[in-house]
């Protein structure tokens, strides 16, 4: 053995055509019988050399290729995935544009149930009434149901639009239903006092139910506001949207009440003097005495009979009514009092005004 060491790469590193017998090897590359000769690997420049490189080049384009379209597949994939996601700031545009448009579509409902509410031309006429509100309803459900099919808006906002929508069918339900009733109750062969009791009696409910659906779109808006406002960091005001805002200020349903009065716009100091005699509203017929006793008429509601007074600067009547017998208590708040007419609103809902004028005596 060499007492220097051989070097890696070193000519001495290739294995010698001699096997350890002296014999022949197999693994010559010169002519057969030379050994002397050590094994030379193909040269780079010749024929085999030229295939083994083009193989080398053709597998390493074929890897980037392959790794390059692994790549934009993985991203299309993943592009896909987020698209059904959108980022928060594409969500946050898009859900307050929509709570925008929101707010205008359920306010232009709201105006339009409350002009329809005070609509002569109807007012004499529940059936033609009910079939205007149903148009608008209708009108409000197909906006809500444009709103909610919106990309990009929040849930909680598709959500609520939705819930709204229900509830406005609820509500013409509830109305409809009442009407086919009280249609039912004036065919029959009752007498009128007993057809008056049965229509109170029937309106009752539907009214409580009217309000707990008002009640529960209020809390549904008020809930919706604040879980997005503490999701965008801005504010989604509930005010904004007015059958929310009179829901609070004591306002059950728009399409059968006037809008609350407000109790400062009420007359202060009033002397009860000034209120006896004849009064009328068109048909409504009222007539307060001296001696406290009161009567009034309406040719679709009948007649009541009862007592009148001033109570904390405010009109209160205690009458029955003379076909049912069923006794009620009202109060009015008084506006514009003169010696010939003064205007006196109803404090509770349905908040009924009414346009006084003094009648001369008979």
């Known amino acids: 053995m060499s007492d220097n060491p051989r070097m890696p790469g070193h000519p001495s590193d290739i294995p010698s055509s001699r096997s350890s017998g002296g014999s022949t090897g197999s693994s010559v590359s010169g002519p057969p019988g030379d050994h002397n000769q050590y094994y030379q690997p193909p040269s780079p420049h010749g024929p085999s050399g030229n295939t083994q490189t083009r193989n080398i080049i053709i597998g390493a384009i074929a890897t980037v290729i392959a790794s390059t379209s692994v790549y934009y597949l993985t991203q299309y994939i993943n592009n896909k995935k987020t698209d059904s996601i959108p980022n928060p700031i594409v969500m946050k545009e898009a859900t307050t544009n929509a709570w925008k448009r929101y707010v205008t ?7 339009s149930t409350v002009l329809l509410a005070n609509d002569e031309s109807v007012a004499n006429d529940p059936y033609k009434r009910v ?43 509830l109305v409809n239903a009442f009407m086919t009733n009280a249609k039912n109750i004036l065919a029959s062969k009752t007498d009128e006092a007993t057809q008056k009791k049965k229509l109170l009696e029937a309106f ?13 779109a209020a809390t549904e808006i008020e809930e919706l506001s604040k879980t997005l406002s503490a999701t965008y960091a801005i504010t989604f005001d509930p005010n904004e949207v007015l059958i929310y805002a009179a829901y609070k200020k004591g306002v059950s349903d728009p399409g059968l009440t006037n809008g609350p009065p407000n109790p400062a716009d009420f007359s202060t100091h009033i002397n009860s003097k000034d209120l006896i005699g004849n009064w009328a509203d068109k048909d409504d017929k009222i007539s307060l005495q001296k001696n406290g006793s ?24 205690d009458a029955e009514d003379k ?29 009924e005004v009414y346009h006084a004028v003094r009648q001369k005596e008979n």
């Open 131 to 173: 079939a205007e509100i149903t148009k608008e309803a209708d009108i409000f459900k197909r906006d809500a149901e444009e709103i909610a099919k919106e990309k990009n808006v929040d849930p909680a906002l598709k959500t609520m639009l939705t819930r709204r929508v229900e509830r406005q069918t609820e509500y013409i339900d």
């Open 323 to 351: 076909l049912t017998k069923i006794k009620y208590t009202l109060i009015f708040g008084l506006q514009d009092i003169t010696p010939n007419s003064f205007t006196m609103v109803l404090t509770t809902t349905p908040f």
């Open 294 to 317: 009161m009567n009034s008429s309406n040719p679709k509601l009948g007649e009541s009979t009862g007592t009148w007074k001033i109570e904390n600067d405010r009109l209160r009547i």
């Open 204 to 216: 009752a409910p539907v009214l409580s139910s009217i309000n707990l659906l008002y009640k529960k």
């Open 105 to 111: 579509m359920d306010n232009i409902y709201y105006k």
